[in-house]
């Protein structure tokens, strides 16, 4: 048994009560400790990341009940790769707010952020639809404190919708899984995978109903139209550090539904066949088209950049619609690369807003300190947002085309290409006003105030060196993903692995 | 030298600009010009063998599940376009060290030249149509930080956007194309489509995939009608303009053509697209360049129409017509890049562009108006200059040229076109440099000093040399380009003699009328001012500001906070989502009886809807709200019991007490009634939508709760096995403790977080801000009680005190086996406190425990998480749970599980997170003003008793 699987869970959950108990009233210390356990969490991702990627899925049995009696972590290729994803993120963010004191504006930041690194890295590990729940629930309160770090009226307002929405998804879910709990008598994944399979025809009706149940709470945590509501407000008024950790929040949601519905339902399940596809689809293509209409639209910098999470979940949900091996490899690929982009983007307007002290993009102000670098990163940030060349968007967006030239495709061909160019054009609007705009005014002031902030500089850095990274590298790393899309598509590994006794 | 060397070397050198300029504007030139000379000369190193016909590639693999492949080929096209981009592009960097003024910031426009010299040199080697659609795109990027490069003009901004919007556009339509045809021939390799034409011909795609590349191409090339960007982008210094739009970003589309020339060209759909937007270009562009007084803006339309002129050589689809298409392109390329110097010169000099300012510079700046003379002539086609062999070659080709049935229509335009083409460059020498020296200047002009004419001074000896020697200057180059570009061997005879042919009549015509055209100025400007034209500037305003603000209406009225309707939307889509995914399955109905209805859960139903309905009717009433809310709780409690669940009707039971505390204690500061917000209509909308919601639900649960379960499920095996393997006879208990603890770990930790995070909210709350302010001048909405902790209480909840904590240790000890644990006992021992508090006061009771909730948060859950990693030590995965049985004198045989220890945690945790949380409203009350007793009555019989006595 390899206690190295859980460790990316209980490592947060212990580490963020000993930091209540012990170290609450100073602050070097929480940021000592803090640090270490994220980074030592990133090295365990990478031993896990090696493990997963040269073995086949592993398991562990909690309390050491039996499959699928009691709670199973599941250890992949796709987990692992969300985890090391979540945890280097973390890491970089963390310094971040260190950098530049965002973790002294509130109570307890180090705290939260460990809970919600042991919420996601649950939500990537379990093997239960019901703990899925339970980490859905660890994630959803963690986010929620960490959302409204720092207080203010606008940030408050934004934290209860937030909050609010996402507990209909909470019940929503809670739904979902009495549905299917009552029609299979089973909520661990694996089983859940081979009992559908073997469905009465009669007991089909409900199973749909709660499989697509699920899919919409999966849609609310992933932003996709119309469930979307909650982000814009959410990402635009949370401390900048954390809408940038959030990029991977709204990447739950898409993971849970490449897991559930590749895994449980997919689309040669007699009883759901296509219908999350068929759902998935024009939704996708929605919420992308709103993402690029946001972005044209937006008066603000960080809504700005929310809209465009919101697109870039457009795109990435019209890959995971295929459910094809190729468009799989291509949304893995495109996911990792809008994650780092959408935190680079929050990271930098965070930035940049500090500088302005305003967020507006309807009125220009003086130059900041800075200007230059930062608008260099905006430049680069915007060009991997809206996925042009040369950076990893531009590679994502065109594995998501070359891998939809099916029935769909002149649709998806259009809506990917037009939004595009809404996007670019809504990305130069702002940049132009925020960053060229600047010279055109006449201010009493010399030189802008200066500033010196260099860890947090270095983390943005360090992101778009990653993203640099997954540009240059796309090709083994897109072999590295066709890997696991293989891994993911081939179920029967998963399921001999959770369920022994299942083997024929 | 490595084709991928080459392609990467402007960008490798692109940082070096940026950081050299703080070794002087000098180093910084330099240092641009080395790097552009060394990829030139690694061009040249392959020339020879260029020329003997050979084919030079590079491959380095990049995204092979993709077939992007960084990939390069150098032919005679490639070499060409290489050679004018690097040739072009050092003779600007010269001009460029010169042109710009100390307050420019230099380094960063090398920078940006060097980034947008390496995408161009990209784009003409990529032997992979997908890398070129990179490289394709990163020039719209980087012209868009050139042409921008004067940020403080509003005009440079607007001109850099529209130029992005516009050619990247045509670029993102390109993707498509070049997708298409990867997809017809099954390879992104340029090599392997160039062979197929036949199969892309053949294709039903190629017609989606040629209007999509042309798109691209006529995007950038500044093809009629996307031409409009070109003249705004000249808001960019003139380096820029100059090298942009001579030999660079606008033949971008021609070289496009011309490579795909052999696999696109040759069908009639090519002919009519291409041939004819080239000659409406040409046409159209040369006459709006006649009337333009900006010299920019002058040449900026002669460059479109000059484009045009290319364009419709290329779509004539013959081998003739695409030679003298390559050899315009060289020539065009000498002549135009002089004449934007020049105009750049002349700017920089008298500090206007103005022709109409200008005149008599002849005696002022005779370099300059050499310059001009030659490069002006040539642009005009007069002999022997090289403008007037290609416009020989060009008129020629025409005549040939049959364009739907008819053969004049091609001829005669291509004269009118020539006759502008003459007018206009006749108009930029004589209006500008002839004429009697004024004295009206804005700046007084003289030659500039050597640096800056030197290389515009240069093309123009290119151009007469070309134009005296054709065959022996470019006479090999322009056979070996128009053999890559047919793909095939090209025959290269350029002469300034034909004989009497017709072309040579049509260009006496042409510089005749044109010298007419330009008499007659005056008056025929007269004309065209006063006829109405699209702008296109205020077209495309027009077009971006009202989408720009629909954009803004749409998404700002979506999402402007609106909490009712957002949920209105995510209730009516879980609606409609579930109700297709039943309507579109199998359904048979469930198989169960139903009981019939006993008159207790009746009473129980009519209570839980009378509760629901009077909420429905009094919840603008907070208080009254809150204990209805307190019934339904209560409602579900007893139905707990009833359906034989006493573990969930104790914790259901308990959870509502401390919730309905809590929110009492919260309400004390808020106001007591909701305001009405709606309006009827809405308020019945969303009444309709939440009873949808509510049936719905109802149907789901019927339908589930009347049929079995389709397999066996998992509880039988929880009831078997947890007296033997979790050993507790309570299987509630043990699932929560045992099968499934970690889900109850997840979920304490919750119930923590949520504690800290309402601490960390009242804490910023209390930080000062409005909501602090607005607390400090709070006075209490509700009449305070006047004895605010009465004695009889205090006794009471003192006396209960023990035995309620008696209660908790003793719910917390059976939990295993019998109803209870530790979840109901930390909320019924946090109840029991919470008591002591509200008979006493915070503050009396707080300095009467000495435990933090924090720490109780932190222990509760160190504790329960260390319980499930103490089983690792029996090499036991997490959360594995053991007990046994002990005996001790005087006690009966006793179990003791490991499960307990986890069940402490949770115990804790429980009780810290309500006391963190009740702790935290205290908080609020006493920033409110509420006085922080001492004692804990606020009456003291015996003092009074004391006081009574001494009167």
Known sequence: MNHWIIAPVILPALLAPFIVLVMRHDLSLQRIFSTTGTAVLAAISLVLLYTAATNPPEVYFLGNWPAPFGIVLVLDRLSAMMIALTAVLALLVQLYAIGTGWDARGNHFHALFQFQLMGLCGAFLTGDAFNLFVFFEVLLIASYGLMIHGGGANRLKAGVQYVAYNLVGSTLFLFALATIYSVTGTLNMADLAVKVAELPAGDAALLRVGAVLLLLVFAVKGALVPLQFWLPATYSFAPGVVAALFAVMTKVGAYAVIRVFTLIFPPETAATGTLFADLLMPAAVVTLALGAIGVMGATGMARLVAFAAIGSMGTLFIAVSQFTPQAMTAAFYYMLHSTLATAILFLVVDLVQDRRRDDTLRTPLPPIAQHGLLAALFFGGAIAMAGMPPLSGFLGKMLVLDATRGADMTLIWTAILVTSLITVVGFSRAGSAVFWKAYAITTTQAHPEPKREPLAFGMVLALMAALVALTVMAGPVTAWLDDTSAELFDRTAYINAVLPTAKE | ?951
């Open chain 2, 1 to 951: 030298m490595s084709l991928a060397l080459i392609a990467a070397l402007p960008f490798l050198g692109a940082l070096l600009p940026g950081l050299l300029i703080r070794a002087g504007r000098n180093a910084c030139a330099t240092v641009t010009g080395a790097v552009t000379a060394l990829a030139l000369l690694g061009i040249l190193l392959h020339a020879p063998a260029v020329m003997r016909g050979e084919v030079i590639t590079a491959q380095i693999e990049w995204l092979p599940a993709l077939g992007l492949n960084a990939n390069f080929f150098l032919d005679g096209l490639g070499m060409l376009f290489a050679g004018l981009i690097l040739g072009i592009g050092l003779l600007i960097i010269l001009y460029a060290r010169f042109y710009l003024s100390t307050k420019d910031p230099m380094g960063q426009f090398y920078t940006y030249l060097l980034l947008f010299q390496g995408a161009m040199v990209g784009i003409v080697l990529s032997d992979n149509i997908l890398l070129l659609l990179v490289f394709w795109e990163l020039t719209s990027l980087s012209s868009f930080l050139l042409i921008g490069y004067w940020k403080h003009l509003p005009e440079g901004r607007q001109g850099a956007r529209m130029a992005l919007t516009v050619t990247g556009a045509g670029g993102l339509a390109m993707i498509g194309g070049m997708l298409i045809l990867g997809n017809i021939v099954g390879s992104y390799d340029l090599t392997v489509i160039l062979q197929n034409k036949d199969l892309i011909q053949a294709s039903d795609w190629y017609f989606p995939a040629l209007i999509l590349i042309l798109l691209g191409a006529f995007t950038k090339s500044a093809q009629f009608p996307f031409h409009f960007w070109l003249p705004h982008a000249m808001a960019a210094p003139t380096p820029v303009s100059a090298y942009l739009h001579s030999a660079t970003m606008v033949k971008a589309g021609l070289f496009l053509m011309a490579r795909m020339w052999p696999v696109l060209a040759g069908t009639p759909e090519w002919f009519y697209i291409v041939a004819t937007t080239g000659l409406i270009t040409m046409v159209m562009a040369a006459k709006i360049a006649l009337f333009k007084d900006d010299l920019k803006a002058l040449l900026a339309f002669s460059t479109v129409s000059h484009l045009g002129l290319i364009t419709m050589l290329l779509g004539f689809g013959t081998a003739e017509a695409a030679t003298v298409a390559v050899f315009h392109i060289i020539n065009h390329a000498t002549f135009k890049a002089a004449l934007f110097m020049s105009a750049g010169i002349v700017d920089h000099e008298t500090h206007t562009r103005d022709i109409k300012r200008l005149g008599g510079l002849r005696h002022l700046m005779p370099i300059t108006f050499t310059i001009v003379c030659v490069a002006a002539l040539s642009m005009a086609g007069i002999p022997p200059l090289n403008g007037f062999l290609s416009k020989e070659l060009m008129l020629e080709e025409t005549v040939h040229t049959v364009w739907l049935g008819n053969h004049w229509v091609m001829p005669v335009l291509a004269t009118i076109g020539a006759m502008f083409s003459v007018a206009y460059s006749f108009r930029l020498i004589a209006h500008t440099f002839l004429g009697p020296v004024r004295d009206d200047y804005p700046s007084k002009p003289h030659d500039p000093g050597f640096g800056m004419w030197a290389a515009p001074a240069l093309l123009a000896a290119m151009v007469i040399a070309i134009g005296v020697m054709p065959m022996t200057t470019v006479g090999e180059l322009v056979r070996t380009t128009a053999s890559a570009v047919i793909g095939g061997e090209a025959e290269v005879y350029i002469s300034h003699w034909h004989g009497f042919v017709p072309a040579l009549w049509m260009s006496i015509i042409a510089v005749g009328a044109g010298l007419v055209l330009l008499g007659a100025h005056k008056p025929l400007e007269a004309m065209w001012l006063s006829t109405p034209r699209p702008e296109a500037k205020a077209i495309f305003d027009a077009i971006m500001e009202p989408f720009a603000n629909a954009a803004r209406a749409v998404t700002d009225r979506l999402h402007d906070g609106a909490l009712a309707r957002y949920l209105a939307v995510a209730t009516l889509t879980i609606l409609a989502a579930g109700y297709f995914a039943y309507e579109t399955g199998t359904h048979t109905p469930g198989t169960r009886a139903l009981t019939p209805i006993e008159p207790v859960p009746a009473i129980g139903w009519l209570l839980l809807m009378g509760a629901t309905g009077s909420l429905f009717t009094y919840h603008r009433n907070r208080l009254l709200a809150l204990v209805l809310v307190g019934v339904i709780g209560l409602m579900v409690s007893v139905g707990f019991v009833y359906l034989s669940a006493p573990d969930l009707a104790l914790t259901q039971i308990s959870v509502e007490v401390a919730t309905v505390m809590l929110l009492l204690l919260a309400l004390n500061f808020l106001p007591k009634d909701s305001p009405v917000e709606s309006t009827a209509g809405r308020r019945g909308r969303d009444g309709f939508i939440a009873a949808a919601a509510g049936l719905g639900i109802g149907a789901l649960i019927y339908a589930l709760m009347t049929r079995d379960f389709a397999f066996p499920t998992i509880a039988e095996y929880h009831l078997a096995n947890s007296k033997p393997g979790g050993g507790g006879t309570n299987v509630v208990n043990v699932i929560l403790v045992d099968f499934r603890g970690y889900d109850t770990f997840g979920e304490i930790t919750v119930l923590g977080i949520a504690g800290l995070v309402i601490y960390a909210l009242v804490e910023a709350l209390l930080r000062g801000g409005p909501a602090n302010d607005r607390l400090l001048a709070w006075v209490p909405d509700q009449k305070r009680a006047g004895d605010r902790h009465p004695l009889m209480l205090v006794v009471a909840t003192r006396m209960i005190l023990p035995i309620a904590l008696m209660v908790g240790v003793y719910i917390f000890l059976r939990g295993h086996n019998e109803p209870g644990g530790g979840f109901i006992a930390g909320l019924v021992v946090a109840i029991a406190t919470i008591m002591q508090y509200m008979a006493s006061g915070f503050g009396w009771a707080a300095a009467r425990q000495r435990i933090d909730y924090h720490a109780l948060i932190g222990w509760g859950v160190t504790i329960a998480g260390l319980c499930g990693v103490g089983s690792w030590f029996a090499a036991r995965p997490f959360m594995t749970t053991n007990y046994g049985y002990f005996k001790l004198p005087f006690l009966e045989k006793f179990e003791l599980a490991t499960a307990a220890i986890f069940d402490l945690g949770v115990f804790l945790t429980v009780v810290g997170a309500v006391m963190l949380a009740l702790a935290s409203i205290s908080r609020i009350a006493i920033r409110a003003g509420e006085t922080v007793n001492v004692e804990p009555f606020d009456i003291q019989p015996d003092e009074e008793a004391a006081t009574e006595g001494a009167r």
